[in-house]
């Protein structure tokens, strides 16, 4: 177990490098550049502004610079677009919000969808499995930039619930419109996930040496059929919540949260270097740590699986 | 006393291609303290009617005619009361023990659950039971094993679990659904001494499916005969082996492989076993049988009763009985 850990993490190592270099490159090749303006800078400015950011060196001493920044001070440099700003400092500022409201749309999501496809499973095929199929399939083809205006219209303009936008520090009512709208479509994948495993685990042979014993159908369910139904859901459920809790430009922009996701696509179009990549090992880190947790969760649930 | 009583039981299936009539009208009398073997070749219908008995067909089936327990009408019984029956009345092992057992749950949760629930015992009574019934079905070590998980026991070992668990409340019968099937054959023969074992200590009427009649000698005293879903024959194992009435139960007896016979080859009969879905109007082996005449294909053969404790269903029975 110990050992499983060390050898994960000696990989997480050279993934993000790779992650951070590949990134870098990318980035860089795409056309135009953080000071790009409609208005021209003067040429000496311009070369000022490089030097000081350091974007006169070659790549890969940026590169270089900028991972051992990193690895040494743990800073990932300053914002070129939000002045006085480090990357570090939107990063604090905005995944605190992405995190609670992606934290609570994954709870939503996996508690209803869970729900929603253990019951599909039991009552296959009569009224409740259509019912709920229905409705995975209807969640799943609404985005959410439709879901968004449609739950504005009902409870902010036509009930007056709800704000229809805003943080205020996560203070509930602003926390229910986003996480509807976030955790809708991924309720959706989770319910049918479930229920077709689960379908496929009632058919087991060991589930009717569990009713030749006896037991009641809620007891088989969910002592015997549980566990191993959830096991694909759970490796879905690895990237969703990294998905969820890094955020959503949608929610952010059309909520105003103030989460990640919108610097996140803000950073990408004023190719504000060090804020994509900031926010791209931030992602790419929490997939990896939440990738080996969906591997530990497996060794919990199934005791042939041992590392 | 006739403890299970099966009377015209027919299961069919509705699938996509239409209905499949796996069991056709079967008589079954099953007394107290018998063991009886119920022999049939793949698609005899044979597990599927103890899946009858037991209230456990799949989704697509449904059964049809009477099975009785002790009085009690099973068919048609909610799910609750066949609860109560499953297990503390009625047991049954199956073929792939490896299978059968939960691969995510600990041999002792598994079988304690089945006291707690049927018996009302403590965690610590039940343990300490499932502990003396894995003893007393011979597994090493029961008390250390039992914390163990299925993937950590052998096939036979698990077969030996598997009896253990059925035996907990002590049902008055246990329904063995080819239990060696999935098997090595050398301990082929431990489980089947376990199941004469079991009878002798605890009066268990044992119900054993099989299509190995090998190993119907010695283990059974009753037999009875399936195919297509209909009962060939049925008597004392002792004299149909001596004397099959039925054409296809002499073809059974000729195929188990004998060392005392000089023969090149295996005896195997002609044919293949016959589709389900297509219900023929007279005698389902009519295609197969070395004895057939005209009328076999046309009308269904009656069951007849040549002697007070056989029955055949035959135009044409062998040894001379008309």
């Given amino acids: 177990m110990i050992y499983f850990l060390l050898k994960r993490l000696a990989v997480a190592v050279p993934t993000l490098l790779i992650l951070i270099v590949v990134s870098y490159v990318l980035m860089y090749a795409a056309p135009g550049g953080p000071f790009d303006t409609e208005r021209t800078l003067p040429p000496e400015v311009m070369a000022n502004l490089q030097h000081k950011y350091g974007l006169d060196q070659p790549l890969a001493v940026q590169i270089w610079r900028y991972v051992v ?9 300053p914002s070129f677009q939000y002045t006085d700003q480090s990357v570090n400092d939107i990063i604090e500022q905005g995944f605190p919000v992405t995190l609670t409201y992606g934290g609570w749309s994954f709870l939503v999501a996996v508690l209803v969808g869970v729900s929603l496809g253990i019951a599909a499973a039991v009552h296959h095929n009569t009224l409740l499995d259509y019912l709920s199929v229905g409705v995975s399939i209807g969640a799943q083809v609404l985005p959410n930039f439709v879901l968004a205006p449609i739950l504005t219209l009902i409870f902010t303009l036509w009930l007056a619930w709800l704000p229809g936008g805003g943080w205020q520090g996560g203070h509930w009512p602003y926390v229910i419109m986003p996480v509807i709208a976030l955790s809708t479509s991924f309720m959706a994948s989770i319910a049918r996930i479930t229920r077709s495993s689960m379908l496929e685990v009632l058919n087991a042979d060991f ?39 890094t955020g959503s430009v949608v929610i952010d922009v ?31 880190g929490l997939t990896i740590l939440f990738n080996t947790v969906v591997d530990l969760l497996y060794a919990w649930i199934d005791p042939r699986i041992r590392y | 006393m006739t403890l299970l009583r099966v009377r015209d039981l027919s ?78 009345q009625i047991a049954m092992i199956f073929q792939n023990p490896m299978t059968a057992l939960n691969p995510y749950m600990r041999i002792s949760h598994q079988m304690t659950e089945v006291l707690t629930l049927h018996k009302g015992m403590s965690r610590r009574a039940a343990l300490a039971e499932a502990i003396g019934l894995l003893d007393a079905m011979e597994v090493p070590e029961a008390a250390t094993r039992i914390g163990m998980y299925p993937h950590e026991f052998s096939g036979g070992m698990l077969q030996r679990v598997l009896i253990a668990m059925a035996l907990l409340c002590r049902p008055r019968l246990l329904i063995a659904d080819e239990p060696t099937t999935a098997l090595d054959a050398t301990v082929r023969g431990q489980i089947m001494r376990l199941l004469a074992d079991v009878r002798a200590r605890f009066g268990t009427t044992v119900i054993l499916v099989t299509h190995d009649v090998g190993i119907v000698a010695g283990h059974c005293d009753e037999m009875v005969v399936l195919y297509g879903g209909r009962v060939m024959e049925s008597g004392p194992v002792a004299r149909i082996f001596a004397a099959p009435h039925h054409p296809y139960t002499r073809s059974l007896l000729d195929a188990v492989p004998r060392l005392d016979r000089d023969d090149e080859r295996l005896r195997s009969i002609p044919g293949d076993p ?7 109007a007279g005698c389902p082996f009519a295609a197969r049988c070395p004895r057939v005449e005209e009328r076999c ?17 035959c135009h044409r029975p062998l040894e001379g009985v008309a």
């Fill in chain 1, 69 to 77: 920044s990193i690895v040494t001070e743990f800073d990932f440099g």
């Fill in chain 1, 207 to 245: 589930i009717r040496t569990a009713r030749a014993k006896g037991l009641p159908m809620w007891r088989i369910v969910f002592r015997h059929a549980l566990k191993p139904a959830l096991l694909p859901v759970i490796s879905y459920l690895g990237p969703a919540f990294v998905g969820m809790i």
């Fill in chain 1, 254 to 284: 059309f909520f105003a949260t103030g989460g990640i996701g919108q610097f996140f696509v803000n950073s990408a179009l004023n190719r504000d270097y060090p804020v994509i990549m900031g926010i791209t090992i931030l992602a790419g």
């Fill in chain 2, 11 to 88: 299961v069919t299936f509705e699938t996509g291609d239409g209905t499949v009539n796996a069991v056709n009208g079967v008589d079954l009398a099953i007394g107290a303290g018998q063991s009886v073997a119920v022999v049939g070749e793949s698609g005899s219908g044979k597990s599927q009617i103890m899946f009858a008995i037991m209230g456990l067909l799949a989704r697509n089936g449904a059964a049809a005619g009477s099975v009785t327990f002790d009085g009690t009408e099973l068919l048609g019984l909610d799910e609750g009361a066949l609860n109560r029956i499953r297990s503390s």
């Fill in chain 2, 274 to 280: 016959l589709g389900t879905n297509l219900l023929p």
């Fill in chain 2, 297 to 313: 294909h046309r009308e269904r053969p009656a069951s007849e009763r040549p002697a007070p404790d056989r029955v055949v269903a």
